[in-house]
């Protein structure tokens, strides 16, 4: 091979070798009758030829070789003729006498050898007639036959036990066969081991190996101390590499249970087993049955028994599309993407980095909903699923289906015994038991349900035939509250513990708290339920609502107090907390997790009970105050708690359609989820969020004119930006407009309101001019009236900060970019806190103005300041792409142009910052391109001579025909100064 010295050919022959070596240990390790392995054969060998005739023989405990081998490598689609197998072979057998003859390569074989030891040698009944077959055969090979006639008789009888073994793996494939059985063996000794670590593993063994095959005393490798190496303790393995790198769990699991379910977790792990080692197939395994089964803790169950299988856990929450989204956002961060971006983007790159991963994985999709979930599940990648979901019918893809039943009477009994903490066994008390299980129909949430009030109230087995009593006379009474497909007794046993918890409450204020903390929450998602927004909702109607944005926190005793006797009669449990928020308390980012039955159950109670009037009330204090959560956090560029929150209003939005609940502050709710989806660019989800608010103000008796008005206004913006340039959609966006005239015209005559009419009048004028182009004969009319209502109105901040950023960026073009800075920087002075893709693109502006001034320092330091407020997860997408995209190309051009080792650094700081990643997959399709040329150039300016010469082809192949405008021009002109840069290098 050209450019590979002598040396490297035989360093990659003994590698070969010694990976056939440790292969072979591995297949003799389950073999009671081999004690050892020789490395290169005989330490002591009585003939020294035989030192290069066997590779490695296995021997039992008197010495006696079972299998000795010879290791042949070659380069690839490399091919071994029939004269040098039976060459190799009849020097094997010479040297020593074996039970078994192996001949390993990866060199293509010829049929006519297989055909020779598989047949004609095996089916001679004497050494004459083998010794005649052979030389038919070799009469084309004289010094094979050569080799063949020098054996005495009792040596060519040997032949009859020679395998030829050819296999094309290479080097690499041959160190994953390793990795599997290091991870089969350690997985049988109740050992963990990941990716690295299993790596690390096969190193060593290989340099035990060498090691071994250096040192004529080191050289007999007993499958006792090989065993040893193998079963090196976890913790020794996790400091060697200075982490644990086997069952890493990203995501909130639920509790893995304390009772075994032996029968469903053996279908479980026969339904994910059927892969091969490496394969990049996905197995999935659905687990399905109805709410409070044991779905959730059956897929933490198999974590905690497998873990050890993967290197990767990933647990998703799949109950709504809201909640899939931020589950993935986490896995997203965790292999270190960028989770602002958009939902397509973000599923496809981490879909691409899970098939990527080195190690195993496993992802759960807990809880799924059957609308969202199958665009989540990755294709490829080596690694399973487990989903779990209510649905019964659904194929989930071919999924091997698990259906969850109720629990065996003996694993309910074991639950039972384990929650009620009993010290005896018995008899009476086992029979109590079994009573309780059977009556509770083996259902696991019923069981938790009941041990948990008779614990809360100090009973022992004594007295569960006083709770069966109770349990069927609530029973009587529910005959038509029951869902479908449920045990009464469990409806019964929910009823019971709701009694139980409030009376267990000292006080009455926490009695009330509770029963009021339980309804707010049963109407919001399953999932990461802030407590301190259920305690707002619960007990402080809007209007004492404290003036300040933000989250509303109690320190008062009764709080905790509720929620522990939540935990106390097993309705809910400590879910993960809150990303922090500003200025907030540790303690307000406390979340639960509550059972979606025990929620359904709740709720309907709830809606016998209430009228509609009450019920809608109740609902608008919760819209109320998820709106403000939801809000403060969009106002503090908090996007990892606007994901948090989401899910919650989603689920709240359709508890509000189901019961035809129309209030402004669910309306609101609708319009602040819509502000967040159009910072992330995701406009669709956007639009419809508008869409659903305005029908909701169409339903209200006396809605919020200004809210309605706002959310025209935002709905037409809308529009205009996903279809601007279209007359019918011009139009649209005019016929939302109209109604807002009069009612700006009103505001207009009162000196208290022209301040939000100037601000809601120029929002109605970018909704028209600030979209992808729109049409004037449509739009002129309207535009007209607008902007002569604008000039009579004072001057909102708002107003001018966006006319100031559009004159920045007009000055930048035309090369007046010390006015720019001097106009950027006026505006900033005037900032407040979170105010929004504004003043990013103020900023933005700022640094581009300072750039192109060449005052690299300057500009790194409004570049930092920048970072700083877009924050680990950008909210604002468009003032992430359009730094990248114009602070990139210029400090690219001059750092070619002008050589200047500043624009350099600067360049590479820029391409190197985290949070720009989502430019490049939330760029148009017509600009996606550009990013091609930036990696060309990073390549250049770093000097990687291959990967230059690899996007230069790419950038040809990408690079448009003709301009779409003039921004298109300057990449076009730096692409082919690059690639002709490229051409001309030596």
């Known amino acids: 091979m050209a450019g590979v010295d002598g040396g490297r050919v035989a360093a990659r022959g003994f590698q070969y070798q010694y990976l056939r070596t440790l292969e072979y240990m591995f297949k003799g390790i389950s073999n009671p009758a081999i004690v050892a392995c020789r490395v290169e054969g005989d330490p002591n060998p009585a003939n020294p030829a035989e030192v290069d005739a066997v590779d490695f023989d296995m021997v039992d405990e008197t010495g006696a070789v079972l299998i000795a081998a010879q290791v042949k490598s070659r380069s690839a689609g490399a091919k071994m003729g029939l004269g040098e197998a039976c060459t190799i072979l009849a020097k094997l057998v010479a040297r020593c006498d074996a039970q078994n003859y192996l001949l390993l390569t990866d060199a293509i074989l010829p049929p006519s ?7 004609s040698i095996q089916n001679s009944a004497s050494v004459p007639e083998l010794r005649t077959t052979l030389a038919d055969a070799l009469g084309g090979a004289p010094r094979a036959l050569a080799e063949l006639n020098a054996l005495t008789d009792a040596q060519f009888e040997r032949l009859k036990r020679c395998r030829t073994i050819a296999d094309s793996r290479d080097r690499g494939e041959l160190r994953e066969t390793i990795r599997e059985s290091i991870r089969m063996w350690r997985r049988g000794r109740r050992r963990g081991v990941g990716h690295q670590s299993s790596g690390l593993l096969v190193s060593f063994l290989l340099s035990e190996t060498l090691r071994r095959a250096a040192a004529v005393e080191d050289a007999v490798w007993r499958l006792d101390d090989f065993r040893n190496a193998l079963d090196l303790d976890d913790a020794i393995l996790s400091e060697a590499l200075g982490e644990r790198d086997w069952g890493r769990i990203v995501g909130v699991m639920a509790p893995v249970p ?45 974590v905690a028994e497998y873990a050890d299988l993967y290197d990767l856990v990933l647990w998703a929450d799949a109950s709504s599309e809201a909640a899939l989204l931020e589950s993935f956002r ?19 790159l981490t879909h691409e980095r899970i098939a990527s991963f080195p190690g195993r994985w496993l992802l759960v999709m807990d809880d799924a909903d059957v609308a969202s979930v199958e665009q989540w599940l990755p294709r490829i990648g080596n690694g399973d699923i487990i989903i779990t979901s209510l649905d019964s019918v659904h194929g989930f893809g071919g999924s091997a289906r698990i259906r969850v039943t109720s629990m065996l009477p003996s694993e309910a009994e074991a639950l039972l015994s384990a929650r009620m903490q009993l010290e005896s066994d018995a008899s009476t008390d086992q029979a109590a038991l079994r009573r309780l299980a059977a009556a509770l129909e083996y259902w696991p949430l019923a069981l938790e349900l009941a041990a948990a009030y008779l614990l809360s109230c100090g009973f022992g087995a004594n007295d569960i035939e006083h709770y069966l009593e109770r349990l069927k006379i609530r029973s009587l009474d529910d005959k038509t509250s029951v869902p479908a497909g449920y045990p009464r007794t469990l409806v019964s046993a929910i009823e019971l513990g709701m009694t139980r918890m409030i009376s267990a409450a000292d006080d009455i204020r926490v009695a009330k708290l509770l ?46 107090e509720a929620f522990r006797l939540l935990k106390l009669v097993s309705f809910s449990r400590d879910d993960s907390p809150l990303p922090p928020s500003f200025n907030d308390d540790p303690q307000s980012r406390i979340t639960i997790t509550i059972n979606s039955i025990l929620q359904e159950v709740v709720r309907e109670r709830v809606e016998e009970i209430h009228s509609e009037e009450v019920a809608s009330s109740n609902l608008d204090k919760v819209a109320f105050y ?17 994901h948090v929150i989401a899910p919650h209003a989603e689920a709240l939005a359709k508890h509000l359609r189901r019961l035809g609940v129309a209030t402004n502050s669910a309306a609101i709710m609708l319009g602040n989820l819509a502000s967040f989806h159009h910072a992330q660019g995701n406009l669709a989800e956007a639009q419809g969020l508008l869409e659903a608010e305005l029908s909701l103000f169409d339903l209200i008796e006396e809605p919020n004119q200004l809210l309605l008005q706002q959310a025209r206004i935002y709905l037409a913006t809308m529009l205009m930006l996903r279809g601007g340039g279209d007359r019918d959609v011009t139009q649209q966006a005019v016929r939302l407009l109209e109604p807002v005239v009069p009612y700006l015209y009103s505001m207009s005559f009162d000196p208290d309101a022209q301040h939000a009419a100037s601000f809601l009048c120029g929002q109605a004028i970018e909704a028209v001019v600030g979209g992808n182009g729109w049409d004037r004969q449509v739009a002129a009319p309207l535009l007209n009236v607008l902007e002569d209502l604008a000039s009579r109105l004072p001057r909102h901040d708002f107003v001018s900060a966006r006319d100031a950023a559009r004159r920045a960026n007009e000055l930048i073009q035309s090369g007046d970019v010390k006015d720019a800075e001097i106009i950027c920087r006026k505006y900033l002075d005037l900032e407040a806190p979170g105010a929004g893709n504004l003043y990013m693109e103020l900023r933005r502006l700022l640094v581009e103005a300072v750039l192109r001034q060449e005052r690299w320092r300057d500009a790194r330091a409004e570049l930092d300041a920048l970072i700083a407020r877009m924050g680990d997860v950008p909210l604002y997408r468009e003032a992430v792409g359009m730094t990248l995209h114009n602070l990139g190309l210029y400090a690219a051009l001059q750092m070619f142009i002008s050589s200047a080792k500043e624009a350099r650094e600067f360049f590479l700081y820029t391409m190197s910052l985290p949070q720009l990643n989502v430019a490049r997959t939330a760029a148009p399709d017509h600009a996606s ?33 003709e301009p779409r405008d003039a921004r298109d021009e300057a990449w076009m002109f730096f692409a082919r100064f690059l690639c002709n840069l490229v051409e001309s290098s030596p």
């Not at 009772?259 to 026969?270: I, S």
């Open 515 to 560: 029963n009021d903390s339980l309804i707010v929450a049963c109407y919001l998602a399953q999932r990461r339920i802030p407590i301190h927004l259920i305690v707002a909702a619960a007990r402080l109607p809007p209007e004492e609502a404290p003036p300040q944005r933000g989250t509303i926190y109690s320190d008062e005793p009764e709080i905790p």
């Open 113 to 119: 050898l297989e055909r020779l030891f598989g047949d």
């Open 929 to 961: 391109w550009r990013f091609v040329v930036l990696d060309l150039a990073l390549a250049v300016a770093k000097g990687d001579g291959n990967e230059v010469l690899e996007l230069s082809a790419s950038v040809k192949s990408v690079l448009p025909t």
């Open 258 to 302: 304390d009772v075994a379910r032996p029968d469903l977790m053996k279908q479980l792990f026969e339904g994910l087993r059927q892969r091969k080692a490496g394969s990049r197939s996905v197995k999935r395994a659905a687990l399905i049955g109805p709410s409070g089964i044991g779905k959730s803790s059956l897929a933490a169950a198999y």
């Open 626 to 642: 998820v709106d403000l959560w939801l809000e403060a956090a969009m106002h503090n560029g908090e996007a990892g708690r606007v």
């Open 330 to 348: 986490n896995i997203a961060l965790w292999f270190g993407l960028d989770s602002a971006l958009d939902t397509n983007s973000l599923r496809t």
